[in-house]
């Protein structure tokens, strides 16, 4: 370009744009050239930045955009003039970490040599660059066309007052077929969102006549808790902005979410949620999974959460069915909601919403590659009149807009291989959508899973579980019941008398916490008045009974033929159930279908068959026990109620043309099945007195099979939970026993404490009632831990006797005072852990605890001990504490000043500010407590105590603070370790805090902190400030390592020496140390090598600094097995699969085992050559490992036999649980049941 040319271009006119315009017209372009970059909202106060792309937390590049309507007379004074007027920020700026500056202006540059204004602007740049120590640099007018001329046409239409000459042709030509385009896109979702308004505006269960009610009418918010965060997810920041309900509900607002520094919540945040809609339509997780009981209201929830969205995109003015929301939701999405049973039969080759379809006698064929976006085009031209929809079609929807998808009812999808299929392709289209301002939220739901069904990846989504009604809850439904039934006066207030009155009973409670159930308690207390029952089963047919009177009276068709009738429904619910086991399409079938499979039955039985056309209408119009939701198909309209049905049924017929036929035998088919367990409740449920000693029978057999161990305990568990044996009380002592063996003891106690299937969280009655075998079952597991209190399962067997209600605080006390000062102190001190039964021993008894052990220590302090003030107890825990003993013991029970330190002193917490910017690596679980989790309040109150103990404690607080000049520095490490040191002399705690320090990122923290002159980072009196900074400056430097190792040799210095090598030395350093390293720690007293790997672990499995290389592992191999367990933690990614460990012997992974939680590293190697090439050896060095260690095997392949995984059943008391878990999966997979059905031939020889 010659130096005449003009001094503005005319393809894009920018001073057309408003400078707010310009602004975002330069952060689009800024976006799509660095999508981490970081723009600031347009006219508002920016500190000199429009945008910034960062470096960690530091500003990194700085972006400020100047832009004039007008010609500017001369361009570079007046930008130079703009970067004078911002020195004050840019100086701020560059001394928060800005590495770069650059303009960004509309205003054209000239390009003559030395004269053109661009050449004068960068020699004004470069003085600048001098004077403010950073780079800064100009992007002219032809800078921005060019960035403008690479965009995408969408983005520079969206600007379309800047275009001219045929860009401006262009977009007038094309933007008309977009817009039509849009507008077809506009009428065909407002028709997909109209059809399924109406579709959920109703409450969808007609048994009980609710399906004319509207559901905003009667929806109360089901409160939820979350069960797991996604494991590869990192969170983001709270966000609370929606309240929904009505201004009358008693619900509570979802708690506020205060995160630590690290990103995670605490303990206490991390249960509750708050209403469940609430808690999804503020969600930051954009994938969650939601579990719920049957009759929780999971699809009920997924109704009113689209409903709420939908709102928002209707018509105003025109008709819909059903009220609108009173209130609206700030930031709506597009609602789609899938029936996975629908999306199950499209994937095997039918079409779910075609009328009436005719099966084909040949098989039907599985569609290729049936991923959900072809579903979803399949879907909404089904309710949007048959519209032409491609699947790029709903990619560009699912691309644009914010999209809610809510694929209900996974657990309908029943077939094993159907299942997996529908989670594969989920999980797939999981992956697609993306990430972004409009990444849709994708939520599944179903039911709880303890048989190991697949389900949606847990390394993305989050998992929650709805709990029962509240008492709040379940009078705020009560309330919009009646209201919706027009109760008043009098029969409200018998109603609400009865309800109230009828509640105060344990059973009655438990049946009115679940919604669905509490609707029918409702219907039955308004039709029947206190004469309810207080059984499930008996709830259910109490319900049928009282519809079926109504009905008789109402219809000749019902009244004459009622016991037919009932006989028929039950026939439907046991055929539609079966056959949906197999093929997720059979739940629904077309209209001529039913009337066949009643005839078909009445043919079978030997029944009139000119009924066919009474009992079909008495079904479906008086009895409701089947609805079409499709044209021309019929199904049950709730699967409870096809369960129920099918219970009925079987408990009724099976075997009726059978001599001696025992109905136990049917319980043992269902109990073993995951699919059949709510049938199984049903079915178990209508067993009379002198019927229950034989289901017992059949329980015990199936508990002895061991063939799917887990869910036969959770059939029977819950069956005690029903009181299913509660009138017989032999049987019900019986069933109770069977829970006291060792593999339910560990299967049942890690399921209520991981929440997944036995039990609800939070729940306000017991997991099992003291009358229903709760009593009974606490006594089995006392007994057994008071004759053994040393076995490996005492403190799992209280525990569990906790969990489920049990107080035993008196019935400990004696024992643990007659064992203390002997060798059973110690496990009886474990065995109260759970309830924290420490706390009320007496002050004798405190004196005559020994704790002579390492770990006696921090067992003391997670069982709740608080030795007398000044007592030489006080000064063993204390010093156990600075010791490096008792860094993970539990901080909720942690008391005294011990206690105190812990919470204040924590590793973790250093650990956890080191971090900055934690990706969630380090919460993988290797069986380390993280223990930052206590509030802001409790912490405050353990540093005011210990101030209040020692005043010279507060100048350890005041080193935790960042002082002026401190922002960004390893200050915080050091001079806390210092001040520690001062006041308790040098420690094992000062050394592991100012290693973490040390070990630092330097892109994250810059060496910092005091030091004294002339001292020395080892030996009797080191000054950690001097470990911090000199093993950071030495890190790459052999003599020095070398010249302290030699120096030093007394076991703290040696210690020191040994954990600063491991995690801050450069992997050079580190391998030409491996003798010295192994000569160090072979030499240590057990105590200190105990305090040595637990803190080379929490460093490690925080993946703080830099990792060793697999190479260097190899030739530590040839050491110690200490040495080598220290290189592995730092080497392993524990975010990662499993690591074999080459270059270490079956017994140094083994011999791991032996210091505890640190010895993880031979847990997962152990674990990853098991799934390799399995052996008895590579098992007893699992068993080595013991039952507490911990191991993620999620996802792991490869054969193991039968034989070995029997022997972790057999022995589940030696074992770590992840493999009495995986055995018990796998086991369980290896017995492969027939369908039901073709079991049930024999039950009913008759039935063709």
């Known amino acids: 370009m010659t130096s005449g040319g003009s001094a503005r271009s005319e393809r894009y006119l920018y001073e057309r744009l408003s400078e707010k315009l310009f602004q975002q017209l330069c952060n689009a372009l800024l976006v799509l050239q660095f999508p981490d970059v970081s723009c600031f909202p347009v006219g508002q106060k920016d500190g000199g930045r429009d945008a910034v792309r960062k470096e960690g937390q530091k500003p990194g590049v700085i972006y400020q955009v100047k832009w004039s309507k007008d010609a500017v007379k001369n361009p570079v004074t007046w930008l130079a003039a703009t970067i004078k007027e911002e020195t004050k920020n840019i100086e701020r700026l560059v001394a928060e970490g800005a590495t770069a500056y650059v303009l960004m202006t509309c205003i054209a540059g000239t390009s003559a040599p030395g004269t053109g204004r661009m050449d004068k602007l960068d020699a004004e ?5 001098k004077q403010f120590g950073i780079p800064m640099t100009c992007w002219w007018r032809a800078d921005i066309d060019a960035r403008v001329e690479s965009a995408p046409r969408e983005l520079v239409w969206s600007f379309s007052e800047m275009l001219a000459g045929q860009d401006a042709v262009r977009y007038v030509i094309e933007a008309d077929k977009i817009a039509a385009h849009e507008q077809t896109l506009r009428r065909l979702l407002l028709s997909l969102i109209a059809t399924q308004w109406e579709e959920d505006a109703k409450v969808k269960f007609r048994q009980v006549e609710m399906d004319t009610y509207n559901l905003l009418d009667l929806y109360v918010d089901v409160e939820a808790v979350r069960i797991a965060k996604p494991r590869n997810a990192a969170p983001k920041p709270a966000v609370t902005t929606i309240h929904i309900p009505d201004d009358d509900d008693p619900l509570p607002r979802p708690p506020v979410h205060q995160y630590l520094v690290d990103g995670t919540l605490t303990p206490e945040e991390e249960q509750a949620l708050g209403g469940a809609a609430q808690y999804l339509l503020n969600a930051t997780q954009p994938l969650i999974l939601v579990r719920g009981e049957p009759g929780q209201g999971k699809s009920t929830l997924a109704q009113y959460l689209c409903q709420l969205h939908r709102a928002a995109f209707l018509p105003e003015g025109e008709y819909f069915a059903g009220p609108r929301p009173k209130r609206a939701v700030s930031a709506p999405r597009l609602p789609l909601r899938v029936d996975l049973r629908d999306y199950a039969r499209w994937c095997s080759g039918e079409d779910p919403f075609a009328e009436d379809e005719a099966r084909s006698p040949r098989r039907r064929r599985p569609r290729p590659q049936p991923t959900l976006e072809k579903f979803l085009a399949h879907l909404i031209a089904a309710r949007s009149n048959g519209a032409d929809v491609g699947v790029d079609a709903v990619i560009d929807v699912i691309s644009r807009f914010p999209m809610l998808v809510v694929l209900d009812g996974l657990d309908e999808v029943a077939h094993q291989d159907a299942r997996k299929r529908i989670v594969r392709e989920i999980d797939e289209f999981a992956a697609r959508l993306g990430a972004g301002a409009t990444a849709p939220q994708l939520i599944v739901t179903t039911r709880p899973n303890a048989s190991g069904l697949a389900e949606p990846s847990a390394d993305k989504f989050e998992t929650i579980a709805l709990v029962p009604l509240s008492p709040d809850l379940r009078a705020a439904y009560l309330r919009k019941w009646a209201d919706a039934r027009g109760l008043r006066g009098m029969a409200r207030r018998a109603l609400e008398g009865t309800f109230r009155h009828r509640s105060i009973e344990p059973h009655i409670a438990q049946l009115a916490d679940n919604p669905m ?6 219907y039955l207390i308004q039709k029947r008045g206190d004469s309810v029952p207080d059984g499930r089963t008996q709830l259910f047919r109490a319900y049928m009974e009282t519809f079926l009177d109504r009905e008789s009276e109402k219809s000749r068709s019902v009244h004459e033929h009622r016991d037919d009738l009932e006989e028929v429904t039950a026939y439907l619910g046991w055929h539609l159930q079966a056959s949906a086991e197999t093929d997720p399409a059979a739940g629904r079938v077309p209209t001529r279908a039913v009337r066949k499979a009643i005839l078909n039955y009445l043919d079978d039985v030997e029944k009139d068959t000119t009924l066919v056309d009474d009992l079909f209408t008495a079904v479906t119009d008086r009895v409701w026990a089947l609805t079409s939701k499709v044209q021309g198909t019929f199904e049950f309209d ?10 009925s049924y079987l408990w009724g017929y099976a075997g009726a043309d059978l001599r001696g036929f025992d109905k136990s035998t049917i319980l043992g088919e269902l109990v073993r099945r995951a699919y059949w367990l709510n049938t199984c409740r049903f079915f178990a449920g209508f067993a009379n007195p002198n019927e229950l000693s034989g289901l017992v029978d059949v329980l015990e057999e199936e508990f002895d099979g061991r063939q799917r161990p887990m869910q036969v305990r959770l059939a029977a568990w819950t069956l005690l939970q029903d009181g299913v044996f509660a009138r017989q009380t032999r049987a019900q002592k019986r069933a109770t026993r069977l829970f006291a063996d060792d593999l339910s003891v560990r299967l049942i106690d890690d399921a209520l404490r991981d929440k997944r299937a036995f039990t609800y969280p939070n729940r306000a009655v017991r ?43 008196e019935w400990w006390l004696p024992h643990m005072a007659a064992a203390a000062g002997s060798q059973n102190e110690l496990a009886w001190l474990r065995c109260g852990i759970p309830f924290r039964g420490a706390a009320r021993l007496k002050p004798d008894e405190v004196a005559r605890l020994r704790l002579n052990s390492t770990e006696a220590a921090e067992v003391a302090i997670s069982c709740g001990l608080k030795a007398p003030t000044g007592s030489p107890l006080e000064q ?43 990706d969630g690596a380090h919460r993988v679980s290797v069986g380390h407590r993280f223990v930052v989790g206590i509030s802001d309040q409790s912490r405050e109150v353990a540093q005011r105590r210990l101030r209040d103990y020692e005043p010279s404690f507060d100048r350890v607080l005041s080193a935790m603070r960042v002082g002026r000049g401190q922002a960004g520095t390893t200050s915080m490490w050091s001079d806390t370790a210092r001040e520690l040191a001062t006041l308790y002399g040098p420690c094992w705690l000062a050394t592991e805090i100012a290693v973490i320090g040390a070990a630092s990122p330097d892109s994250l923290w810059t060496t910092g902190g005091t030091i004294t002159r002339g001292a020395e980072p080892f030996g009797p009196d080191p000054d950690y400030g001097k470990l911090l900074q000199e093993s950071r400056f030495n890190r790459s430097n052999a003599d020095w390592w070398k010249h302290h190792f030699d120096t030093y040799a007394d076991a703290l210095s040696r210690a020191s020496w040994c954990l600063a090598l491991i995690a801050v030395a450069s992997e050079p350093v580190v391998l030409s140390n491996l003798e010295r390293l192994d000569a160090a720690v072979t030499a240590m007293p057990a105590e200190m090598q105990r305090a040595l790997s637990l803190s080379s672990s929490r460093l490690g499995v925080a993946r703080l600094g830099r990792r060793i290389r697999p190479d260097v592992l190899r030739r530590a191999g040839s050491f110690s097995t200490l040495t080598a367990m220290l290189v592995a933690h730092h080497s392993l990614e524990t975010n990662r699969k499993l690591d074999e460990l080459q270059g270490l012997t079956d017994q140094q992974l083994a011999e791991m085992g032996r210091f505890g939680v640190a010895g993880w590293p031979g847990l997962r190697g152990l674990s990853a050559r098991m799934f390799k090439l399995p052996s008895a050896e590579l ?7 013991g039952h507490d260690a911990v191991v993620g095997l999620e996802g792991q392949r490869g054969p193991l036999p039968q034989s070995l995984l029997l022997s972790i059943l057999e022995s589940p008391a030696d074992y770590p649980m992840a493999w009495v878990l ?27």
């Open 125 to 129: 740049l470069a003085e600048y660059s």
């Open 517 to 522: 159930q509490l609707t029918i308690l409702l």
């Open 638 to 647: 709730i699967q409870t109620m096809r369960e129920y049905f099918a219970a």
């Open 767 to 809: 997991a099992l009632a003291e009358d229903r075998g709760a009593g009974h079952l606490v006594s089995l597991l006392l007994e057994k831990t008071k004759a053994d209190p040393n076995h490996n399962l005492g403190p799992t067997r209280i525990s569990l006797a906790t969990q489920i209600g049990a107080d035993i605080h």
């Open 876 to 918: 063993k825990l204390i010093r156990a504490v600075l010791d490096g003993h008792c860094s993970e013991a539990s901080l909720t029970a942690a008391t005294g000043v011990a206690g105190d330190l812990i919470k204040v002193l924590a590793p973790w917490r250093f650990l956890s500010r080191a971090r900055k910017h934690p």
């Open 1179 to 1185: 098992l007893d060095g699992l068993r080595a490992h």
């Open 1222 to 1248: 995986a055995a018990e999966q796998r086991v369980a997979f290896s017995f492969r049941d027939r369908p039901l059905a073709q079991v049930a031939e024999a039950w009913f020889p008759r039935l063709g």
